[in-house]
């Protein structure tokens, strides 16, 4: 299938798609639940970032330094994406979707149990934030691999037009990872002093991440092959040409969009829901416990609303639910941080609408599932996501950071204002193009 054939293709609605069945519904519960917990093990980190920042760099480092150095760190989880993605992807497009699947949660797994268990720096020195910036390379290795591979999973196990509410549940069943882990901050936070917080309290999640992950690979023992890679396998029709260079090839519109689109789903996801956390006291003086309730609120609220956005492209298009919902961002974003320049009067509301609006990202993988054939799907849809995920997320905490302090307290606001624009115009491009066409 060219390029020109899969764009053409991007908006099919279920109108006439059969239900789905208690098998559908398993495989979703199934790839959903083992998503939710590979992804509270990678991002607990950032929610955890003051108490590493103390731990794991040399007593006297300015707060700020510590702080940027941890999210160094973190972000050199999302400079590894890419590799992940790209070497599971090629194995996933040539050997099969599900062993990847399950290989990807197995490898978060270990570093996350290992980092609950590592010393700090107080015990090892400067061998500790060492040994931390690899267990997280580790971790971006295996959520490289994870997140574009239970898309594609989920997407080619039910009907065609059950793709947006799939793609929407199974992008609930992540953002429900995020939401665990505000939870759990926010209860260590509620029971625990500073000194528990960083004499023990720190590790608990790690270590309960750990053996969740190993509880989701034993899941995913249960789910089957996607028919789809199953169909291709016995008709022959697998990649022989290297998935990689076909994609970059053949489908290079394909990679721009989704890459564009990616932009804003990185900016919603890592300012709104994994950093304002920190930005609310910090910038506006909101009580830490406060805005930790503020954003477990709002985890809840993108991780019902992946699943509405869901199931508005199924019954009005891809394409104009991701428009409507990118201005729809504007806005809530734009009230959340006026409100709390005012003095937060309506904050815990208007971040839980705000976590509602976010979940348009549900739509994201819509797109990229659609613009790539089965044959290099698994590759094309983790190249364009993992690549514009490190170039555009690996920053993202740092930036805002930066911009939060030197570029007045709405530049954040600004910023995923920026990247919604660009997802609202490349859906209005789409669009027209279709039309024309």
Request: proline share 4%.
């Amino acid at each position: 299938m060219n390029e020109a054939t899969t764009w053409s293709t991007l908006d099919v609605t279920g109108a006439a798609a059969r239900r789905l069945d208690r098998r559908d519904a398993r495989t979703l519960l199934l790839s959903a639940l083992g998503g939710a917990l590979e992804f509270y093990d990678f991002v607990v980190f950032v929610f955890l970032a003051r108490q590493l920042g103390e731990l794991f760099f040399p007593q006297g480092t300015a707060p700020w330094l510590a702080q940027v150095k941890v999210y160094g760190i973190f972000a050199a989880g999302y400079l590894a994406r890419p590799l992940g993605g790209i070497v599971m992807a090629h194995f996933g497009d040539r050997s099969g979707r599900k062993r990847m699947f399950a290989l990807s949660v197995f490898l978060m797994a270990l570093p996350t149990l290992a980092i609950g268990m590592l010393p700090t720096h107080a015990q090892i020195g400067m061998l500790a934030p060492l040994l931390l910036l690899l267990l997280r390379i580790v971790q971006g290795i295996a959520v490289g691999g994870e997140v574009p591979g239970a898309w594609v999973f989920v997407a080619e196990h039910v009907p065609a037009g059950r793709v947006g509410f799939a793609c929407g549940s199974l992008t609930a069943g992540l953002t429900a990872g995020i939401l665990i882990g505000s939870l759990l901050a926010a209860w260590l936070n509620a029971r625990l002093d500073v000194a528990q917080l960083l004499g023990w309290g720190w590790r608990l999640p790690f270590l309960l991440g750990g053996v969740f992950g190993f509880v989701a690979v034993w899941l995913r023992r249960w789910l089957s092959e996607t028919p789809v890679f199953a169909e291709m396998r016995e008709r022959e029709q697998l990649s022989r040409e290297l998935p990689l260079r076909v994609v970059l090839a053949a489908h290079r519109r394909g990679v721009a969009v989704s890459m564009l689109v990616t932009w804003m789903l990185t900016a919603a996801v890592v300012v709104l829901i994994l950093l304002l956390p920190s930005l609310a006291p910090n910038s506006f003086g909101v009580p830490t416990r406060l805005a930790f309730l503020g954003n477990a609120l709002a985890a809840g609220g993108l991780t019902a609303g992946c699943v509405f956005y869901g199931w508005l492209a199924d019954r009005f298009g891809a394409l104009q639910t991701l428009l409507a919902g990118s201005l729809a961002l504007i806005a809530g974003t734009w009230a959340l941080f006026a409100d709390l320049a005012a003095g937060g009067a309506h904050f815990l509301s208007l971040y839980a609408l705000a976590g509602v609006l976010v979940g348009v990202v549900g739509v994201v993988p819509v797109l990229m599932v659609q613009a790539f054939p089965p044959p290099v799907r698994f590759s094309g849809l983790s190249f364009s996501y993992n690549v514009a995920y490190a170039v555009f997320g690996a920053g993202t905490a740092a930036m805002i950071g930066w911009l939060a302090m030197h570029a007045g307290r709405m530049a954040p606001a600004y910023y995923v204002a920026i990247t919604a624009l660009v997802s609202a115009g490349v859906s209005a491009w789409l669009l027209l193009r279709r039309r024309a066409g």
